[in-house]
T-cell receptor, first 111, second 115 residues
Framework: KQEVTQIPAALSVPEGENLVLNCSFT??????LQWFRQDPGKGLTSLLL???SQREQTSGRLNASLDKSSGRSTLYIAASQPGDSATYLC??????????WGAGTKLIIKP | DGGITQSPKYLFRKEGQNVTLSCEQN?????MYWYRQDPGQGLRLIYY???????QKGDIAEGYSVSREKKESFPLTVTSAQKNPTAFYLC??????????????FGPGTRLTVL
């Protein structure tokens, strides 16, 4: 059964730092991996979607990589800002076409 | 503006009551989904619908029911059979169904609390 893990559960860094969030999954048979952002008490906003045939996707200061063979993805945030504070969730689309979710990493950027 | 709306934002339920959560989308998406989010856990799929008048159970469908009479609407009823309904409920939609591999777009959520 596919399991998705995000470590750490929480992360606090000073403004301006570059940082990496991690996502690991147990079964490499995935169709894609997605990164989402969730602000407190709000819905999810899609950040990046990486198809299984791709290695990375970029959007502005965000870069997501995918290594299917090792079951890992990273979300790189450059030059972090207080407005980046949120919970970041990753999800993989498994062989049954369902999204399997990690529990998220709560990110706090200190001014 | 195109998007997904959920109502109400907050909902309180007494034990033994059924309550219905609303989800509407004007994105012309075929597929719609209901997820449950609990603290410290990933989202879990309750029900999904790939087309009007059709829906399938997700991983945690027990104690919930849905209908899909219109493309734009996918209401979720939390029945008295759901023993631990206090959670944050998220509705989502996508252009195609689960096999389409596309993005899911999410509503703002409804927080349900059992009194």
């Amino acid at each position: 059964k596919q399991e998705v893990t995000q470590i750490p559960a929480a992360l606090s860094v000073p403004e301006g730092e570059n940082l990496v969030l991690n996502c690991s999954f147990t079964d490499s048979a995935i169709y894609n991996l997605q990164w989402f952002r969730q602000d407190p008490g709000k819905g999810l906003t899609s950040l990046l979607l990486i198809q299984s045939s791709q290695r990375e996707q970029t959007s502005g200061r965000l870069n997501a990589s995918l290594d299917k063979s090792s079951g890992r993805s990273t979300l790189y945030i450059a030059a972090s800002q207080p407005g980046d504070s949120a919970t970041y969730l990753c999800a993989v689309e498994d062989s049954n076409y369902q999204l399997i979710w990690g529990a998220g990493t709560k990110l706090i950027i200190k001014p | 503006d195109g998007g997904i709306t959920q109502s109400p934002k907050y909902l309180f339920r007494k034990e033994g009551q059924n309550v219905t959560l609303s989800c509407e989308q004007n994105l012309n998406h075929d597929a719609m989904y209901w997820y449950r989010q609990d603290p410290g856990q990933g989202l879990r799929l309750i029900y999904y619908s790939q087309i009007v008048n059709d829906f399938q159970k997700g991983d945690i469908a027990e104690g919930y029911s849905v209908s899909r009479e219109k493309k734009e609407s996918f209401p979720l009823t939390v029945t008295s059979a759901q023993k631990n309904p206090t959670a944050f409920y998220l509705c989502a939609s996508s252009i195609e169904g689960l096999a389409g591999g596309g993005e899911q777009f999410f509503g703002p959520g409804t927080r349900l609390t059992v009194l």
